[in-house]
T-cell receptor, first 113, second 111 residues
């Protein structure tokens, strides 16, 4: 069964540094998403992306965050200047259509020191 | 706004016991409802879904029925196994792009 893959599985970064989290969505999917899960808390929506633009974003997704689909297969989340509170598990997801179930990757654990 | 409330865990059961994890939702319109499962060290996997009232989603012995009158989507399984130990998330999607998750319920199944 096709999968969403995320790299790296664990990223450790100094506070203030930029970090890029990478995702390869399922190949025929058109909608892409990022979520995060702070340890012990809910899974929270960050952003959705369709047709090379952001379709919806949450209040968490401020100017420090950006997303990009640099080629036909990758979907990235960049955090420009990381803060301690950015430490979380970040999940990428994709779906065939906006009203179809989203398929999730295994996540990237981001640790900010 | 839209929200999902599910029972707090952890839930601890013996193997072959009956499982119910309660989930209620608040949403405008007619949401689609989901249960996702997260096994230790893994991502979120779609377990089952229901897209309209009275639909029953089922997979791997788990079931949930979309009850519009009670705004509920409770997860049930007749006989749990040790391998079912995981965190279970109730979720909804309603006319937008994002999926809204409940807080998750951790299930421990003892042999």
């Amino acid at each position: 069964e096709p999968e969403v893959t995320q790299t790296p599985s664990h990223q450790v970064t100094q506070m203030g540094q930029e970090v890029i989290l990478r995702c390869v969505p399922i190949s025929n999917h058109l909608y892409f998403y990022w979520y995060r899960q702070i340890l012990g808390q809910k899974v929270e929506f960050l952003v959705s992306f369709y047709n090379n633009e952001i379709s919806e974003k949450s209040e968490i997704f401020d100017d420090q965050f950006s997303v990009e689909r640099p080629d036909g297969s990758n979907f990235t989340l960049k955090i420009r200047s990381t803060k301690l509170e950015d430490s979380a598990m970040y999940f990428c997801a994709s779906s065939a259509s906006w009203n179809q179930p989203q398929h999730f990757g295994d996540g990237t654990r981001l640790s900010i020191l | 706004g839209n929200s999902v409330t599910q029972m707090e865990g952890p839930v601890t059961l013996s193997e072959e016991a009956f499982l119910t994890i309660n989930c209620t939702y608040t949403a405008t319109g007619y949401p689609s409802l989901f249960w996702y499962v997260q096994y230790p060290g893994e991502g979120l996997q779609l377990l089952l879904k229901a897209t309209k009232a009275d639909d029953k989603g089922s997979n791997k012995g788990f079931e949930a029925t979309y009850r519009k009158e009670t705004t509920s989507f409770h997860l049930e399984k007749g006989s749990v196994q040790v391998s079912d130990s995981a965190v279970y998330f109730c979720a909804l999607s309603s006319g937008g792009f994002k999926t809204i998750f409940g807080a998750g319920t951790r299930l421990f199944v003892k042999a």
